[in-house]
């Protein structure tokens, strides 16, 4: 028999549940933009701040700060969806054919020389025009190209509804200045754990989030601008140096190989075209981001956060198959605080 008063608590939590499922279908369509502001916010607070100590009203620096950082987004952003599919869809292009033809690598780059990189050179290209390899190199290039071409021309073509996603943005972001420190305590208020924990969980999410926003996602942007400058510089504007640039990114957050699964091919296919400078300037551009990768990176992070790279690995994985491109953040940082709940679970023990 249920008393009134456990019927009054249970009926509390069933309401309250429905509440939060309800307000989660809400904000779902424009969750992206929110988590979007709350990074972009974390990443250009001490621009905020820098603004707000010359112009020192609170409500105008939040309101200019947000404006400047949108239009410096905005604008590359939507150029670099724009090149992202006219590449993806010239490179379709220029491979099918070459790959249709069998001549995805031509053997008479090398011809008889026994060197090694050209006896690796010929098997790969007796390899790739085989019939049915060409079949498979033919279906997996055109699945790729198809999803990055949808994916940018939905993004730029959907106008009204970006428009709408960069206000809330916008909105969200200016009051992430102007209010940060009411919400950060509102934060360590309604956090359900023990007042003594919670000052350890502040600090931990804070950590977390600086080692996955400037530890990894920024390191990445900046591991794929350096992969785009190389194939620019050292392939050729032809290259599709955006879109391989954007390839490198990504691999960034793989750990070990990473971005190596690029570099080394196009490497070795450098050099066995016989373009010398071209292969020397692109080990360059590897070792750049094989240092940033396992030296600057640590250093960057440094012992405020030991995320371990499985945990981001999974999490960003994990995260784009659930929620999409905001997955990339959110799924690291779930990972990390459940392993950081469980510490604390431990300690309390």
């Known amino acids: 028999m249920i008393s009134p008063k456990q019927y009054q608590n249970y009926s509390f939590i069933a309401l309250f549940a429905g509440i939060v499922i309800l307000a989660f279908l809400l904000v779902k369509p424009f969750l992206i933009s929110i988590v979007a502001a709350f990074i972009i916010g974390y990443i250009f607070f001490p621009v905020y701040c820098v603004i707000k100590r010359v112009i020192k009203n609170k409500t105008v620096s939040a309101l200019l700060t947000s404006f400047i950082i949108i239009v410096i987004i905005t604008i590359p952003l939507i150029f670099l969806l724009n090149a992202i599919s006219n590449e993806a869809y010239t490179m379709y292009t220029v491979s099918k054919q070459k790959i249709v033809a069998g001549e995805l690598f031509e053997t008479s780059t090398c011809g008889e020389d026994s060197t090694f990189l050209c006896t690796w050179y010929n098997k790969i290209a007796g390899y790739a025009s085989d019939m049915q390899v060409r079949y498979y190199l033919t279906q997996s290039l055109e699945k790729i190209t198809t999803y990055l071409i949808e994916s940018s021309s939905t993004f730029i073509f959907s106008v009204p509804i970006r428009i709408l996603e960069i206000f809330i943005t916008f909105f969200i972001l200016f009051y992430y200045f102007k209010d940060h420190k009411r919400i950060v305590n509102k934060l360590k208020t309604v956090l359900p754990i023990k007042r003594s924990f919670k000052k350890d969980i502040v600090?931990?999410?804070?950590?977390?989030?600086?080692?996955?926003?400037?530890?990894?996602?920024?390191?990445?942007?900046?591991?794929?601008?350096?992969?785009?400058?190389?194939?620019?510089?050292?392939?050729?504007?032809?290259?599709?140096?955006?879109?391989?640039?954007?390839?490198?990114?990504?691999?960034?957050f793989i750990p070990l190989i990473g971005a190596a699964v690029v570099w080394i091919p196009a490497i070795i296919l450098q050099f066995s075209a016989l373009n010398i400078a071209g292969g020397f300037g692109l080990v360059?551009?590897?070792?750049?981001?094989?240092?940033?990768?396992?030296?600057?990176?640590?250093?960057?992070?440094?012992?405020?956060?030991?995320?371990?790279?499985?945990?981001?690995?999974l999490g960003v994985l994990g995260g784009l198959a659930l929620l999409g491109p905001i997955g990339i953040f959110i799924g690291p940082l779930t990972l990390a605080l459940l392993n950081t709940f469980i510490k604390l679970f431990e300690n309390k023990k």
């Open 284 to 313: 360059v551009c590897f070792l750049a981001t094989s240092y940033i990768d396992n030296i600057s990176r640590p250093k960057i992070i440094g012992k405020r956060a030991n995320v371990h790279p499985v945990m981001v690995l």
């Open 203 to 252: 600090k931990k999410i804070d950590d977390i989030t600086y080692a996955i926003v400037f530890g990894y996602i920024l390191v990445a942007l900046f591991e794929g601008a350096i992969g785009a400058l190389g194939f620019y510089l050292f392939v050729g504007p032809h290259s599709s140096y955006i879109l391989w640039g954007l390839v490198i990114a990504m691999l960034a």
